[in-house]
């Protein structure tokens, strides 16, 4: 498989461009690539470059050959709103939701999350979500990498939701409209809720900002579960599953 590189700047033809550090250490030390090999890179504003790679010492230098319109982004933007999980849960999270097509992340903490995060380290944590999303897009083929947000509460999201223009959802175990049953929208957002759940009160303000109760069927899933899970199934009823 030829190996994908995402450059975090505007990509033009006949340029030789160097690597960002740690792609170059990635493809020098891990895939061993040598002059003269062929790598494809995507600066995210869609469509992707063939490149020849050239080594020198610790840099990686590629030249920019062919440029091809490849764009792998479903017909369906999804904006996928999940409550912080704890550990690695959240890291998996937005591999998975990228590989299946979100449009953007927008993490949230509510009154029942685990997790806290403010300040320095906060903005550590979602510069590292932006990072998964890059890998996760060189290893699916997406050429436009979604946006991880910064973290908002709960209501400071909800204040702002209700001026959306699209299909708003929040998934709740305890029942709601079967997804078949709702009518294919043209933009969606995804709520899903911490590992305890909402609380009553957030599940009334998540109403009153015009978010519908949706059902992922009787078995009560787990938070890392229910976004991907959520994800795979509105693709699959109105994305290009």
């Not at 690539?33 to 840099?59: M, N, Y």
């Not at 550590?124 to 979604?146: L, S, T």
């Not at 709601?176 to 709702?182: F, S, V």
């Amino acid at each position: 498989m030829i190996p994908r590189f995402y450059c975090p700047f505007p990509l033009h033809p006949g340029a030789t461009v160097e690597l960002p550090a740690e792609a170059a250490h990635h493809a020098l030390k891990v895939l061993r690539v040598g002059a003269g090999d062929t790598a494809i890179l995507f600066d995210g504003r869609g469509g992707q470059w063939t490149a020849s790679l050239e080594p020198h010492g610790k840099h990686l230098h590629a030249k920019l050959d062919a440029y091809s319109q490849i764009d792998l982004e479903p017909p369906l933007s999804v904006t996928l709103v999940q409550c912080i999980a704890a550990a690695d849960k959240m890291d998996f999270i937005v591999q998975k939701a990228v590989e299946l097509g979100v449009t953007a992340i927008q993490p949230i903490a509510a009154k029942r999350s685990v997790v806290r995060l403010s300040g320095e380290r906060m903005e550590r944590r979602v510069a590292h979500w932006n990072a998964i999303a890059v890998a996760a897009c060189e290893q699916c083929g997406r050429n436009r990498v979604p946006l991880v947000a910064p973290i908002l509460d709960l209501p400071q999201y909800l204040g702002s939701a209700s001026a959306q223009n699209c299909a708003r959802l929040i998934c709740l175990p305890q029942g709601g409209k079967r997804l078949r049953d709702i009518p294919a929208p043209e933009s969606l957002t995804l709520l899903i809720g911490p590992e305890a759940g909402f609380d009553d009160s957030e599940i009334m303000a998540a109403a009153v900002a015009g978010f519908v109760p949706a059902s992922l069927g009787p078995r009560v899933l787990r938070t890392e579960t229910a976004g991907p899970a959520a994800l795979a199934a509105v693709m699959s009823l109105w994305g290009d599953f």
